[in-house]
């Protein structure tokens, strides 16, 4: 066979196959969108004596507040992932349950929690949910310290990533 009709014959061969082979690669699945990290933290003792539980960043539906005390609630998240319970015990801690997933609330317990404590849990969750998603706001949070880290870290973060 001689070259010119070698070349008549395999270019629409390879010209398929490259076509082919790029609309393959473009319908790959993306990988999923990363839901930013779920925060929880308590408030400052209130006059009464008690501290309020609030976060963001969860997913909307059923929840479950856990207690070291052995005490713990039923909620339904609100429809953009945050909640604020109001007048919970200070001496102890908290979790937020949905479904398998825990999140630790930062603040309160038994033992003393410094406010660098608190802070610094900020910091690593704003850095975590920008570094995960630009777009990322800062969860309803009553602790003043978390709030605080929370934005630095975020503005780190952006800085680094954005």
Excluded: H
């Excluded at 630790?104 to 690593?124: E, F, L, P, R, Y």
């Excluded at 975590?128 to 009553?142: E, H, I, M, Y």
Aim: aromatic share 6%.
């Amino acid at each position: 066979m001689n070259r010119r009709t070698r070349l008549t014959l395999l270019a629409p061969v390879v010209v398929g196959s490259l076509a082919l082979g790029s609309t393959a690669f473009a319908q790959a699945p993306t990988a999923p969108a990363v839901v930013p990290a779920a925060t929880c933290s308590l408030s400052g003792v209130l006059p009464d004596g008690t501290v309020n539980v609030s976060g963001g960043g969860f997913l909307p539906g059923p929840a479950f507040l856990e207690s070291s005390t052995g005490i713990g609630a039923g909620f339904s998240m609100s429809p953009d992932g945050t909640f604020t319970i109001a007048k919970q015990k200070k001496d102890a801690t908290y979790s937020i349950r949905q479904g398998t997933t825990v999140t630790q609330c930062s603040g309160g317990g038994t033992t003393t929690t410094t406010t660098g404590t608190t802070s610094k849990a900020g910091i690593v969750a704003g850095w975590d949910a920008v570094r995960a998603n630009c777009a990322a706001t800062a969860p309803a949070s009553a602790n003043q310290q978390f709030s605080q880290g929370w934005n630095k870290g975020a503005a780190v973060a952006k800085e680094a990533f954005c």
